[in-house]
C-alpha cells in the first residue's frame, strides 16, 4: 500500500470512532488515485497499481462472503456439518466453511496488483482499476453497461460501487435470478463464517430471519444504507439490482450524484512530452492508423461499445453483466427532491434510454450478442494509466525493449505483460506498453508471456486483441510508432495538439 508524504496511513485508508470503537475502512482512493513516486503527492483519479485488492480481501476472515466476485460456486463444494433452515424450511447443511474459503482465496491470489472483480457473476476476471477521468468519458464500467440516468451513467456506476460490490448482502433477493442460488443459502454462506462473532449463523437458524435480526439498516435490503427503486427485485439500466445507494437525511440521489460531480472535475497532470512538431506527426498518424474512427471528439471516445468478438481483446468481461438482462425492468427513479426515508408514496419518474444507443446498451449486457462487449475508452490520462486495455494485460517495463536498426525488439520477456511487471513488482512504463498496444510482433510475445503465467490464465488476463496496428506490416516506419506513442502520451486535459478529424 502507498503511503502518501506527510500521511500517517496508506493512501484510500480513513479511521473513525463509532460507539467507542476504532473503525478502520477504505475510500475510492485506495483504487483511484495513485502517488507519484518522485514527489510523493497523491494523484488523483489515477489508477492505483500497487494496491492488490485481491491479497487484501485473501486476508480477510470471511472472503468466502466475497465469492460472486470469483470463480467459486460453493454449491458445487462439499457439505460441511453447519446446519440451516433451506428455502423449503427444511433442515439441511450448508457448503463446508473452509472449503469456500479457501477456494475463493485461491481465486483471490490470482488476481494482479491494480486490478479488482467488480461483476458477481461468479467468473473470477478481475479487471484494471480505471481512471477517474469521467468527464464526457461515459459509457462507465469496461462492458459500458452504465450509460443511463444522471451524470449519462456515473451515478448509476457510484451506486453499483456500494450497493453490489461493497455488500453482498444487497445480493440476497435476486441471488436466485441471477446466481441459481436461493436466498436462504446464499445468506447463510455469507454469515456461517463471519468476522464478527455477533453475525455469525447461529446452528439451525433461518438466514434470513437471523439477517432481520442483526441487520444494521433495518427495514431496507441489505446491510448498507440503500433504497428500493420501483419494481424492486427487478433491476433496471438504471440500478441494475435495484437498490440505490442512499444515506437517511439526504434526499435521492444526492450524494451520488455529488460523487459524479466531483470526479467529472478530476483531471490528469499535465503532460510536456515533445515538441510541437512530432505531436503533429503524431496526430496525424492517429487518424491515418484509423483510430479516429472509434477513439473519436475531444475525449476520444465515440462513447460506444464495440462487440467483444469484434474487438478481439481476452473475451471473458464481455457477458460479465448477462445475468442482470434476466431482471431488467424498465428504468424509473424517484425525482432528486424526495426525502429518504422514501414518503408511502414517492412520485415516480421514467428514465429516458435514448440517450444511448440501443446496440451498445443491448451488447453491454449481451442481450443482442453472447460475447457482449467492451466500451470504446477515453484515451485522456494514458500517461498515468498504464497498463493498458480492460485486464491490463498490455505492459513492458522501461527496460523491457530495445532498439535496434529496423525498429523495437523484445530486449527481456521477463519484463513483458502482466507478467513481467505489476506481477513481479516492476511498474509499466506508459511508453513501452503503448508499444506493445501498437506492434504485433511485440504483442504476440507479451501475449504469449502473459498466457504462460498460471495466476494470469485462473484471472483471466492475456492482453490480447484490438489488432488496430502501428508497425512495419501496417506500413508504419519505428519512427512514426514513437510519434504516435508521443502523441497518446500527451492527451492530458488541455492536450497541446489534436488531430484534426477530433478537433472539430
Ligand atoms: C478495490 C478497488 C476499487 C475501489 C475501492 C473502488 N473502485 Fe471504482 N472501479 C474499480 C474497478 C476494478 C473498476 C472497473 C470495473 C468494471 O468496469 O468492471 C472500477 C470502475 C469505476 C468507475 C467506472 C469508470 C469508467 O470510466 O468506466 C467508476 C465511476 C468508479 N469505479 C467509481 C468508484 C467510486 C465512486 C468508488 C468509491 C465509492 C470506487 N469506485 C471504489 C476498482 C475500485
Ligand atoms: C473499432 C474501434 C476501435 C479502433 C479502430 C481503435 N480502438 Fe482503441 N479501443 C477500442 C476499445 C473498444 C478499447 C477497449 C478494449 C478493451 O479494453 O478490451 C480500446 C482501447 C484502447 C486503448 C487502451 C486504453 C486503456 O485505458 O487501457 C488505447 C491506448 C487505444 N485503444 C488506442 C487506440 C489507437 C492508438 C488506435 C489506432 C491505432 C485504436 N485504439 C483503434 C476501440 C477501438
Known amino acids: 500500500m502507498d503511503v502518501p508524504a506527510g500521511s500517517i496511513l496508506p493512501l484510500g485508508m480513513r479511521t473513525s470512532i463509532e460507539k467507542g470503537k476504532v473503525r478502520v475502512g477504505i475510500t475510492c482512493a485506495l483504487c483511484h488515485a495513485a502517488i507519484d513516486s518522485r514527489s510523493g503527492r497523491v494523484i488523483e483519479g489515477a489508477p492505483n497499481n500497487d494496491v492488490d485488492p485481491g491479497l487484501v480481501l485473501a486476508m480477510a476472515t470471511n472472503s468466502a462472503a466475497m465469492f460472486r466476485q470469483t470463480g467459486v460456486n460453493p454449491t458445487k463444494l462439499p457439505l460441511g456439518d453447519r446446519t440451516y433452515i433451506n428455502a423449503d424450511g427444511e433442515i439441511a447443511r450448508l457448503p463446508d466453511a473452509k472449503a469456500v474459503e479457501d477456494a475463493v482465496d485461491a481465486d483471490l491470489l490470482s488476481w494482479p496488483p491494480g486490478n479488482f472483480d467488480s461483476t458477481g457473476n461468479m467468473v473470477n476476471n478481475p479487471s484494471q482499476n480505471p481512471s477517474s477521468y469521467t468527464h464526457k468519458a461515459w459509457p462507465y464500467g469496461w462492458s459500458g453497461n452504465a450509460a443511463i440516468g444522471w451524470f449519462h451513467g456515473l451515478t448509476t456506476l457510484n451506486s453499483n460501487v456500494h450497493g453490489t460490490n461493497s455488500d453482498a448482502t444487497t445480493g440476497a433477493d435476486s441471488s436466485q435470478a441471477l446466481l441459481n442460488i436461493d436466498k436462504e443459502t446464499y445468506l447463510g454462506i455469507l454469515f456461517q463464517n463471519s468476522a464478527t462473532q455477533a453475525f455469525r449463523l447461529p446452528e439451525g437458524a433461518k438466514p434470513s430471519e437471523f439477517f432481520e435480526k442483526i441487520d444494521p439498516t433495518p427495514g431496507e435490503p441489505g446491510m448498507n444504507q440503500v433504497i428500493k427503486m420501483p419494481g424492486y427485485p427487478k433491476g433496471s439500466p438504471f440500478i441494475l439490482d435495484g437498490l440505490m445507494a442512499n444515506s437517511p437525511g439526504f434526499p435521492v440521489g444526492e450524494q451520488l450524484n455529488g460523487m459524479s460531480a466531483f470526479q467529472n472535475s478530476l483531471a490528469p497532470p499535465p503532460v510536456q512530452t515533445a515538441s510541437t512538431d512530432t505531436l503533429k506527426r503524431g496526430a496525424a498518424i492517429f487518424s491515418k492508423a484509423g483510430c479516429v474512427e472509434c477513439h473519436s471528439g475531444r475525449y476520444f471516445t465515440n462513447h ?201
Request: charged share 20%.
Open 304 to 504: 460506444e461499445v464495440i462487440a467483444a468478438d469484434e474487438i478481439g481483446t481476452q473475451p471473458s468481461r464481455g457477458p460479465a453483466q448477462a445475468p442482470f438482462a434476466r431482471i431488467l425492468i424498465a428504468p424509473q427513479t424517484y425525482p432528486s427532491n424526495v426525502p429518504v426515508p422514501l414518503p408511502p408514496d414517492p412520485p415516480v419518474l421514467s428514465v429516458p434510454t435514448d440517450i444511448t444507443p440501443q446496440r451498445s446498451l443491448e451488447l453491454a449486457f449481451a442481450i443482442s450478442n453472447p460475447a457482449g462487449g467492451y466500451k470504446v475508452p477515453s484515451l485522456i490520462g494514458l500517461a498515468v494509466t498504464a497498463p493498458y486495455l480492460h485486464d491490463g494485460g498490455v505492459a513492458a517495463s522501461s527496460e523491457a525493449l530495445k532498439r535496434d536498426k529496423d525498429g523495437f525488439k523484445v530486449a527481456d520477456p521477463n519484463q513483458l505483460g502482466m507478467a513481467g511487471t505489476l506481477l513481479n513488482n516492476i511498474q509499466p512504463d506508459p511508453s513501452a506498453s503503448l508499444r506493445v498496444l501498437l506492434d504485433r510482433n511485440l504483442r504476440e510475445t507479451t501475449v504469449a508471456v502473459n498466457r504462460a503465467n498460471s495466476d494470469l490464465q485462473q484471472s483471466n488476463v492475456d492482453g490480447s486483441g484490438h489488432a488496430y496496428w502501428v508497425d512495419t506490416e501496417a506500413g508504419f516506419t519505428p519512427q512514426d510508432q514513437t510519434d504516435i506513442i508521443q502523441f497518446l502520451l500527451s492527451l492530458d486535459d488541455d492536450p497541446e495538439v489534436l488531430p484534426a478529424v477530433a478537433s472539430n
